[in-house]
T-cell receptor, first 113, second 115 residues
């Protein structure tokens, strides 16, 4: 059982380049989320989804797009990378219900130069 | 709005000493609370969670947390620290407004364990 799988693990981009961070889960969870982690700032929610075809913005959505065409996949797109997007990105999934735990991927460390 | 505050961004203890990591929450409804641990260069994994029922919750690796409604706290403790406990710890509350699946995280506490 793989859980939540993120690819790539590491990435270096030049300013202005675009890329997609991949996230897949095999637990049939309806809820999926993307967070970024920066020193001293905890985890900040970028975008989230409550099911296939439904996405919404979190607290720091600017510069990122998402889509949810299937239950399993929730890719995060950086449209035009900026140095401020240098961060560690985590994807998470949860079963429905407020008392369920979130399962996290191993993270993607992104550097924008 | 719900929020989580972790007091102390860095905590340092000696091996064998008590570990106490503080978490206070703000919620207008009974909260669902979680503690996660993040080892270096890894994702977050669940230590324990409080949903309903017993207020003292036991988790993995000897950690436990007590839900105190009167103090709006959910502090994490371990009687005796091991070197392997060195990690970053996050407290989180489940958002209860709307069907969003969101977790609201504190800013994290880095635990250092000295030999």
């Amino acid at each position: 059982n793989a859980g939540v799988t993120q690819t790539p693990k590491f990435q270096v981009l030049k300013t202005g380049q675009s890329m997609t961070l991949q996230c897949a889960q095999d637990m049939n969870h309806e809820y999926m989320s993307w967070y970024r982690q920066d020193p001293g700032m905890g985890l900040r929610l970028i975008h989230y989804s409550v099911g296939a075809g439904i996405t919404d913005q979190g607290e720091v959505p600017n510069g990122y797009n998402v889509s949810r065409s299937t239950t399993e996949d929730f890719p995060l797109r950086l449209l035009s990378a900026a140095p401020s997007q240098t961060s560690v990105y985590f994807c998470a999934s949860r079963a429905t219900g407020e008392n369920t735990e979130a399962f996290f991927g191993q993270g993607t460390r992104l550097t924008v130069v | 709005a719900q929020s989580v505050t972790q007091l102390g961004s860095h905590v340092s203890v000696s091996e064998g000493a008590l570990v106490l990591l503080r978490c206070n929450y703000s919620s207008s409804v009974p909260p669902y609370l979680f503690w996660y641990v993040q080892y270096p260069n890894q994702g977050l994994q669940l230590l324990l969670k409080y949903t309903t029922g017993a207020t003292l919750v036991k988790g993995i690796n000897g950690f436990e947390a007590e839900f105190k409604k009167s103090e709006t706290s959910f502090h994490l403790t371990k009687p005796s620290a091991h070197m392997s406990d060195a990690a970053e710890y996050f407290c989180a509350v489940s958002a209860t407004s709307g069907n969003t699946g969101k977790l609201i995280f504190g800013q994290g506490t880095t635990l250092q364990v000295k030999p």
